[in-house]
């Protein structure tokens, strides 16, 4: 599903709000229905338990082929970024991402799919999967991001659109998984350590917006890619309903 964007704010407006304001902003409008993981309809399945296992199998291999596909677009960030201090924070993301350094675990899309595996996913089978649709849109939206906009943009589009609102989203998540598909915390590693790695993201959107989105241009962009990010997040996660 995807939604116009209605009520854009103006080029004055956008220069005019404070950098919280302007996150805060932004937070509302991706929180509107067809946007982003905050009360998507895959969150309600998961906690009445309605969600099948096939739906979420389905969920989870695209939401995986996605995470592991758009890590790349993360290092060309780092390339364009001039900024030494911001480059360092984009070097220990990937090497959590990528090999779980400072949590002691593991890369992050491999955590995703022993959860798939949890669920009755054929994990070696998911990794040789084509992206459907709605996964390669969100995935070629990072490629576009991090090529074609200013660095910090797809940093704001990941940290305001989709990081902020994980805490409140996983932990839903895992106490549905739970309560309704007998899961152990061993199971849900994926989600747990991102309930707490993303509890810092919202202030750092706040951080990039008032030190590098600092003109009304800038926040377009970030306004726009943010809203857009957040839409195609929605139309993958609601994946799952495309099957029974
Ligand atoms: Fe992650």
Redesign the pocket.
């Known amino acids: 599903m995807t939604i116009a964007i209605e009520c854009q704010p103006s080029l004055d407006e956008l220069g005019a709000m404070t950098p919280e304001e302007f996150v805060g902003a932004l937070r509302s409008v991706c929180s509107a229905p067809g946007r982003g993981m905050a009360n998507h309809p895959v969150v309600a399945a998961v906690e009445n338990g309605t969600a099948t296992l096939p739906q979420l199998q389905l969920f989870t291999e695209q939401f995986y082929l996605h ?1 592991r596909n758009m890590l790349p677009w993360i290092g060309q960030i780092y390339v364009r970024c001039p900024y030494e201090e911001v480059r360092l924070t984009l070097v220990k993301n990937l090497a ?2 990528c090999l779980g350094t400072f949590t002691d675990t593991k890369a ?1 899309p491999e955590l995703l799919l022993e959860f798939g595996s949890a669920i009755g996913l054929d994990a070696e089978a998911s990794r040789a999967k084509e992206q459907l649709l709605v996964g390669r849109q969100l995935t070629e939206y990072f490629e576009f991001m991090s090529n074609c906009r200013p660095w910090y943009v797809a940093l704001a589009a990941i940290g305001i659109g989709l990081e902020s609102f994980v805490p409140d989203t996983f932990t839903r998540l895992v106490a549905g998984f739970k309560l309704n598909y007998q899961l152990t915390d061993e199971q849900l590693v994926f989600w747990t350590m ?1 309930i707490l ?1 993303d509890q810092e993201h919202g202030d750092e959107g706040i951080e990039i917006v008032s030190e590098y989105a600092t003109t009304p241009e800038a926040r377009r962009y970030v306004y726009e890619c943010t809203v857009e990010t957040s839409e195609r997040y929605f139309d993958l996660w609601n994946i799952f309903q495309s099957v029974d």
Do not use: F
């Open positions: 995470i959590e991402e992050h991102h790695a």
